[in-house]
């Protein structure tokens, strides 16, 4: 999908006319108030955030998730949960379902779940209980609470696979009541016939289940498990949703009009990178969200690979009038983050020229506007004009000492891709993260980009979204760029 480009930015030899801007003490970016105290992306101190369940109950959404201690210990993954009414405030609640008592516990590792209130007002937990040594590998498991804090598990209730399916694979439930059918329904996670499927099981009491066969099989073409899935009903939709466990690692979505199907592929039926995965949908009754996570990096180095677990990341989703949906920022921390800091350019290439709050790029090779750290988190804003085909122009974090970003999000006019590359050498190779994005029907950009320990996210005219792990765009300065475009950057501004 993406062709290796012949532009390599050595900043000894595309760097021109950069001068500083003003005496060398002066502020680039500056708050009147200590700002910065948003918590967009949320992990906690005990453990990074792994697959997340978000159950909306009584004006809370409650996003149970799998707590990756990363302690060495044989047992791994409880079950703990953050509780938010309005995804920019959090109470953490710590671990509230434990891993088996002994290496020899089927549920020696918890695996994703979900959780649901049953109609006397009891919840109920459905997880995966994993141990590597044991056969069946895999196992579905029940606990009940009155307060979701205090859990008590049901062993009785525990199912495996049958002969159809895999039980190496047979995980993530997703449990739901269906009132037309006086049924609950729980989807399933497995393989069958070298291919993953999503199965179907149907109970009345949420204790003895009754397999239904294959609901949804692979759609992709690579025989793929297609994990942590959510079916929902939003707005007269029926929306599907999965990630694929290779070889993308990004999460997709499907539409029906039907609870049953047939479930059809919209036309952009991925929204954001491989750095958000896991996503679960929930709806609050009035907005849908997508909730997941960002991974760490190996040895939590910037130019490294993406590891299991990280930050908890939420996008709410947009219906369109065909049904479609798109991501877009949450309006409510939108609104919570208004505070606009002073932002003044603090290194400039001299081809650039400054007019309040926009800046008009040149188009000679490697070009850059520059401005000092934030502290805490930050939303960056700006509208993006001037642009033709072929362009390539971004954001970068972590200037080296030739003032060229080490951390890049690249729009790419040429391959029709929004790209993240961890490297100042962009271009020689390939992205590390990219989302597609059809340029020609887009006369200007519009973003929202979000960053809060370690990670950043940037939205693009309210329709795809590329998320990733830069540890350090935190404490570093940031720039606007272009390669060979005359670009505009307008009504530029950051906010905490």
Not at 92 to 112: C, F, H, R, S
Not at 183 to 205: A, P
Request: aromatic fraction near 14%; include cysteine.
């Amino acid at each position: 999908m993406h062709k290796k480009g012949s532009i390599i930015l050595a900043a000894s030899v595309l760097l021109l006319g950069i001068c500083g801007v003003g005496c060398s003490n002066q502020s680039g970016s500056s708050s009147e108030s200590e700002g910065g105290t948003a918590v967009i992306f949320p992990r906690a101190d005990f453990a990074l955030v792994g697959d997340t369940m978000p159950f909306f109950d009584e004006g809370k959404m409650n996003i149970f998730y799998l707590a990756d201690q990363r302690d060495g210990r044989t047992g791994y993954h409880p079950f703990a949960l953050y509780t938010t009414e309005d995804y920019t405030t959090y109470e953490d609640m710590g671990i509230v379902i434990p891993y088996g008592e002994n290496g020899q516990a089927q549920d020696n590792a918890l695996g994703t779940g979900c959780v649901i209130k049953d109609q006397n007002g009891l919840y109920h937990a459905f997880f995966t209980g994993h141990n590597d040594y044991r056969q069946p590998m895999e196992a579905i498991m029940h606990a009940t609470s009155t307060d979701m804090l205090n859990w008590k598990k049901i062993p009785e209730d525990t199912f495996i696979a049958n002969e159809n399916y895999s039980t190496s694979d047979f995980r993530d439930p997703y449990v739901f009541f269906v009132p037309e059918e006086n049924q609950y329904w729980m989807l399933v996670v497995t393989r069958t016939k070298e291919t993953g499927v999503i199965v179907k099981y149907v109970s009345k009491d949420l204790s003895k289940w009754e397999d239904k066969g294959i609901f949804f099989s692979d759609d992709l073409g690579y025989g793929t498990n297609m994990e942590c899935p959510t079916l929902l009903q939003y707005k007269g939709k029926w929306y599907l949703s999965f990630s694929d466990q290779w070889p993308d690692r990004v999460v997709h979505y499907r539409i029906s009009e039907s609870i049953n199907g047939p479930f059809r592929i919209p036309e952009n039926e991925t929204f954001d990178s491989n750095g958000f995965y896991a996503g679960r949908m929930e709806t609050d009754g009035e907005n849908l969200y997508m909730v997941g996570w960002n991974g760490t990096k190996i040895d939590h180095d910037d130019e490294n690979e993406y590891d299991w677990a990280g930050n908890m990341v939420v996008h709410q989703m947009r219906q369109r009038e065909d049904g479609t949906l798109v991501p877009v920022p949450n309006e409510k921390l939108v609104a919570n983050m208004k505070h606009k800091l002073n932002l003044k350019p603090v290194v400039m290439t001299d081809s650039v020229k400054s007019s309040g709050s926009g800046y008009q790029f040149g188009g000679e090779e490697y070009e850059l506007v520059q401005f000092e750290a934030f502290e805490g988190s930050g939303r960056i804003e700006a509208e993006i004009t001037g642009y033709k085909e072929g362009d390539k122009f971004g954001i970068a974090f972590a200037p080296d000492i030739d003032n060229v970003g080490t951390l890049n999000l690249l729009f790419n006019l040429e391959e029709n891709t929004i790209e993240f590359y961890n490297t100042d050498r962009l271009m020689d190779g390939y992205p590390q993260s990219a989302v597609n994005f059809d340029f020609k029907n887009a006369d200007s950009l519009k973003i929202n980009v979000f960053t809060d320990g370690g990670v950043v996210c940037m939205y693009v005219n309210d329709e795809v979204v590329l998320t990733a792990r830069m540890y350090r765009s935190s404490g570093t300065n940031w720039q606007l760029f272009s390669v060979n475009s005359a670009v505009k950057f307008e009504n530029v501004g950051i906010y905490d």
